[in-house]
């Protein structure tokens, strides 16, 4: 079983940055995929960026490449989302997910879910 804590989200306005974190535990960690999903209000859940197990592959949403980067440290057991140039349109709450299924996008097949975490952005 693998329990995940989102943190870091907040208000900021159009252009800053925020950083999420997600804290995991459990000893299967290290052979997970990890993921960040984002939901805004009466919208689906969708695919923002995932890692591979290794941290050494990574894969983006379109509307998210370039300014947002996801990053994991094995050894702590966390997965961090640097997101820069914050738009409005970015503002959704976050989730932290883990699967184990490799390069996977849809959120059905991720296994593991955290409870979110809230980011708004001003304009």
């Known amino acids: 079983q693998v329990q995940l804590v989102e943190s870091g989200g907040g208000l900021v306005q159009a252009g800053g940055s925020l950083r999420l974190s997600c804290a995991a535990s459990?000893?299967?960690?290290?052979?997970?995929?990890l993921g960040w999903f984002r939901q805004a209000l009466g919208k689906e859940r969708e695919f923002v960026a995932l890692v591979s197990w290794s941290g050494s592959s990574t894969v983006y949403a379109d509307s998210v490449k370039g300014r947002f980067t996801i990053s994991r440290d094995n050894a702590k057991n966390t997965v961090s989302l640097q997101m820069d140039s914050l738009k409005p349109e970015d503002t959704a709450v976050y989730y932290c997910?883990?699967?184990?299924?490799?390069?996977?996008?849809?959120?059905?097949?991720?296994?593991?879910w955290g409870q979110g975490t809230q980011v708004t952005v001003s304009s």
């Open positions: 459990g000893r299967t960690f290290g052979s997970l995929v």
């Open positions: 997910a883990a699967t184990r299924y490799s390069g996977v996008t849809t959120p059905e097949l991720y296994n593991y």
